[in-house]
């Protein structure tokens, strides 16, 4: 993995932390909308597990890069 600085990192853990979070609560509100509104709750599901699944793979890369930057003796 490419050495990460401070200010990416800082970004992916927000977006992983707060961003995608709102993003799939409001995906989940689309979600039970779209089941009531159409009838068929399987498709918007697909909407939700795939921002589930991002997240997920965010909060990931965070905890790899934090690793990394700890090891690596963090600011010191």
Known sequence: MNKMNNK???TLKNIALFGAPIIAFLGSLVTIW??????NPLVPAAITATL????SLLGAIVIVAKKIYDEKGGDK
């Open 8 to 10: 990416t990192y800082d």
């Open 34 to 39: 779209a089941a009531i509104v159409t009838q």
């Open 52 to 55: 589930e699944a991002i997240d």
